[in-house]
């Protein structure tokens, strides 16, 4: 069973597919994909002699923009009514390439699950299932502080279990790719869920740190009203919002926010900041050129920035607009790392952070 589970966004599963397929043909590995609309779960078959093990080993999550997470499938197994724990435990014990190494298991169910049932079920199968795969010596005991590989099971329905393993290096650090955020009641938008994904994303705890904090300055570019920019301002930054529409007056009160009245696609500051954030709805390839006009003139070190994807080839614009955005920076001599996500917090989007690289 040569087969990779994928997760994205449901409605995203044909661009989720091509570019997994695209991506994994640039290294000499050929496989096709299957998914059912709206279910927000792709299965990739490789045609060839390698493994998903070895796919995934040469492919880092984190080159891809609509795949959020994934699991290497082991073995699928129908599920009886009753002893679903022993169900699984056989399958296991009968597959040449049972879970070897892993310290923890994750249920999992689509993200759009309509049967509640099914999601409760999830939840109090994990503590009886780790209980009788540790007995079984299918899976080690928890270890303390060690990230190992982790049996994974995704339940489409009652009646189906897709057994597979996650690698500990080559992996979401949420599972199924979906962090689970709360909106505090002061934030003015729920966009402000997005900036905080996108840094949970593209920043490890130790990055962050150094790339957030010592009171930067950012510019928040069609700020109104305000959701990223009072993500800057809890970072202990001094923005300057521009939009011509109105900001919330609390954060406005917290006196580190000066409010432009201007176009954000023309304004721009007289001297470089730490931080440029843009959340503005509009043609992604014009974004995309602000971004690379920024970068490229040193107005700033990093950048998040949303790309609006048309509803008709979305994978395809996201292609030009990377293109894009490469060919602008590479002509400007300019050093940067970018890395692009559907989140779970985007829509019709998705999120950018370049950051530019100073020798």
């Known amino acids: ?40 779960c792709v299965e990739f078959s490789l045609s060839g002699s ?23 499938l082991i073995v699928e197994v129908p599920l009886p009514k009753s002893d679903r724990v022993g169900a699984v435990i056989d ?25 509640h049932d099914l999601g409760n079920f999830a939840r109090k199968w994990i503590a009886p299932l780790a209980k009788a795969l540790r007995g079984a010596g299918l899976m080690e ?9 982790r049996l994974e099971i995704f339940l489409p329905d009652f009646s189906t279990a897709m057994i597979g393993m996650s ?11 979906i962090p689970r955020l709360r909106l505090p009641a002061a934030a003015p938008s729920r966009s402000a869920l997005k900036l905080e994904e996108a840094w949970k994303v593209f920043l490890s705890p130790d990055r962050k740190l150094e790339v957030l904090g010592g009171g930067k300055k950012a510019v928040d570019l069609g700020a109104a009203p305000g959701g990223w920019t009072w993500q800057l301002v809890r970072q202990g930054m001094l923005v300057t919002a521009v939009d011509n529409g109105p900001m919330d007056s609390d954060l406005m009160a917290s006196g ?15 001297r470089g900041v730490d931080w440029m954030v843009c959340d503005i709805v509009d043609q992604p390839r014009k974004t995309a050129a602000l971004a690379s006009d920024w970068l490229a003139n040193k107005l700033c070190r990093y950048t998040v920035f949303n790309l609006k ?14 293109q894009l955005m490469a060919d602008r920076l590479d002509e400007a001599g300019v050093q940067y790392r970018l890395q ?9 989007e998705i999120t950018c952070f370049i950051e530019r690289l100073i020798s």
């Open 309 to 322: 994807l048309p509803m008709k080839k979305r994978y395809e614009e996201w292609l030009f607009c990377q």
């Open 167 to 177: 690698h500990r290096n080559n992996r979401s650090p949420f599972p199924g790719g």
């Open 340 to 348: 692009a996500r559907h989140l779970y917090h985007d829509r019709e």
């Open 50 to 72: 390698e493994t998903p093990a070895e796919l995934m080993k040469m492919l880092p999550l984190n080159r891809l923009v609509f795949v959020r997470d994934w699991f290497e």
């Open 1 to 40: 069973m040569s087969r990779i589970i994928v997760f994205c966004r449901p409605g995203f599963e044909s661009e989720a597919g091509r570019e997994l397929t695209d991506a994994a043909a640039l290294l000499g590995v050929f496989g096709y994909f299957k998914a059912q609309a709206g279910s927000g």
């Open 91 to 115: 399958a296991l014990r009968e597959s040449v390439a049972g879970p070897k190494h892993c310290d923890r298991v994750e249920i999992r169910v689509s993200e759009d699950n309509p049967d």
């Open 256 to 270: 580190h926010v000066e409010h432009v009245t201007a176009d954000g696609f023309r304004w721009r500051p007289r």
């Open 141 to 149: 005991d928890a270890t303390t502080g060690q990230d190992q590989d």
